[in-house]
């Protein structure tokens, strides 16, 4: 008897190691077809504001570039400068203190005089302190110190972005700074600066942006704290227009 279903039982082992191997490939390829949409959702949901590699390379008319060049509140260098750089960007984003560590300073030191370099507010709402952080510095602005401010702000981002009342820190800057912490605090309280940021905000919607830090460079957009590389590779194309 035993002799008889031998041949019928090796049929069917061998049957079910070949079901087994079978199906243990599809599994193998269908995680290596889901793992690079995996990773992508990954690292979206690892980055909620933008910051983008790559992207279809856009380019302002000239009547919505002007309108982002006029009437700037904060801005630094000559304004007939070749190159014209405007960023959108806030405060409290990790990411544009990234740029400012990496590329800002660079920019600035290598190209000097070549630019004319325009910062507007863009206040992301899931951000509680961006908008003090950048009523603070206009305040500052009022007193010939916006961009030392603005470069404290990022330098020390760790210390005022989670506080539940960032105001004694913000102050303890304007002292810093050997401002008259009196005036910078009336200010601050008054919020008289909250239109211009709102201003700024909206005519960064107007012009496509929606993350930060974004960048137009002669009304070219980048987008993201991207290498110092990549701001030299347009600046330098700009330069040899």
């Known amino acids: 008897m035993k002799e008889k279903f031998l041949p019928i039982l090796i049929v069917l082992l061998i049957g079910a190691s070949f079901a087994l191997g079978s199906m243990s490939t599809q599994l193998r390829q269908l995680k290596s077809t889901n793992q ?3 990773q992508a959702l990954g690292e979206q949901e690892a980055n909620p504001e933008t910051e ?7 380019v302002l008319d000239e009547q919505t570039w002007q309108n982002i060049l006029t009437d700037a509140d904060n801005h630094k260098g000559n304004p007939e400068a070749p190159i014209k750089i405007v960023e959108f960007s806030e405060y409290q984003c990790p990411y544009c203190a990234r740029y400012v560590q990496q590329a800002y300073a660079q920019i600035l030191t290598e190209y000097g005089d070549q630019v004319y370099y325009i910062f507007r ?8 302190n961006t908008q003090n952080a950048a009523l603070a510095a206009r305040c500052a602005g009022e007193q010939d110190a916006y961009w030392e401010y603005h ?4 330098d020390n981002q760790d210390e005022w972005s989670e506080l539940e009342n960032p105001e004694s820190k913000l102050a303890s800057y304007a002292k810093e700074l050997n401002l008259d912490v009196d005036q910078f605090n009336n200010c601050y309280i008054s919020e008289k600066y909250l239109s211009a940021i709102e201003t700024d905000a909206e005519l960064a919607s107007s012009v496509g942006v ?3 830090p974004s960048f137009f460079i002669n009304g070219q957009k980048l987008i993201g704290a991207q290498p110092f590389e990549n701001f030299r590779a347009v600046i330098e194309a700009e330069l040899n227009k």
């Open 36 to 38: 690079p949409q995996q």
């Open 52 to 58: 983008v590699e790559a992207e279809e390379r856009q």
């Open 121 to 128: 507010d863009y206040p992301l709402p899931f951000h509680a």
């Open 151 to 154: 470069d404290l702000l990022f």
């Open 210 to 212: 929606n993350g930060t």
